[in-house]
């Protein structure tokens, strides 16, 4: 079993839906852009209490790898209640973006992750005092907002209210930001160019065939609990990989996900690239081609 990691090795001779299950769950696969954006993201959770914070902006296409990022950072910090004290300590919280740059909700969201009493109908000034209040009482470090290009989804109005908020919130509490979402996201920040001057960029691009590329695919290939070496790092094997997920690591993940449960189900208990071409599986391209034939 020396294509596998260790903790797999019992996996093998499971059941095959558990086996399924296994492959089908969530599992983080370091690489080295993401271990240099993570080591980042600590540096700045650590960083002193300033009157200008320095911030975050993680870009990348769509199922690239921002969100688990985001989660595998978030999961590292969570929240505390140490034996001496009698409050919670929340030294990273995570949001999303609403569909909308709108203040209410955006308090609205904070508060229901911190599992705040709320009133949809408080005045907003109250939300805003409220918000801040708690986020000093747990003694926050870092908020995470993911999906941050949503904000262009309001008048250009909301977008430099909405940023000013931003900026405002992060001055306020001493507290570092980190955001992330697609390209457009950059362009969310460049509204306001004194907020853009504290947002470092960090960028995950898509992945191109290289010895960096071909590690991936090793890592990927570790976690499978499959009887047989699929050897996904084969060249042509790892080309049409490449090919089929357009680039990004969400596709590449879901292309060997389902190639892992065919090599169970057809009992090859492998991954070839002759299983590739088997799998029922559309590029985001074609999706998009797919939806614009519909009338």
Do not use: C
Not at 144 to 172: C, M, P, W
Not at 185 to 211: C, G, S, T
Not at 246 to 270: F, L
Request: proline content about 5%.
């Amino acid at each position: 079993m020396k294509h596998l990691i260790k903790s797999v090795h019992l996996a093998v001779g499971l059941d095959d839906q558990i086996r399924i299950n296994k492959i089908l769950s969530e599992k983080w696969i370091g690489y080295t852009r993401a271990a240099t954006i993570l080591n980042r993201m600590e540096e700045l959770l650590n960083h002193p209490k300033t009157h200008r914070m320095p911030n975050m902006l993680i870009v990348g296409p769509t199922n690239n790898g921002k969100t688990l990022l985001l989660n595998k950072f978030f999961g590292s910090h969570k929240p505390i209640v140490l034996p001496t004290d009698t409050h919670l300590k929340v030294p990273v919280l995570y949001v999303q973006m609403p569909p909308k740059p709108d203040e209410r909700r955006f308090y609205n969201v904070i508060l229901e992750t911190l599992n705040a009493p709320q009133k949809d109908n408080d005045r907003l000034e109250k939300k805003h005092g409220q918000v801040l209040s708690i986020l000093r009482k747990v003694e926050i470090k870092t908020l995470i907002i993911d999906e941050l290009h949503h904000i262009l989804a309001g008048t250009y109005t909301n977008q430099r209210v909405f940023l000013n908020l931003i900026k405002y919130i992060s001055n306020e509490l001493g507290m570092v930001i980190v955001s992330a979402g697609i390209k457009d996201a950059y362009h969310v920040i460049n509204i306001d160019p004194q907020l853009a001057n504290r947002f470092e960029p960090a960028l995950l691009p898509k992945w191109n065939y290289d010895a960096e590329y071909l590690r991936l695919l090793k890592s990927f290939e570790l976690l499978l609990p499959l009887k047989k070496e699929s050897n996904l790092t084969k060249e042509e094997t790892a080309i049409k990989i490449l090919s089929m997920s357009e680039g990004t690591i969400g596709e590449m993940a879901t292309i060997i996900k389902k190639s892992a449960i065919h090599g169970i189900q057809s009992k090859s208990e492998t991954v070839t690239r002759k299983t590739l071409d088997k799998i029922t599986y559309i590029s985001p391209s074609n999706r998009k081609r797919q939806f614009e034939t519909i009338s």
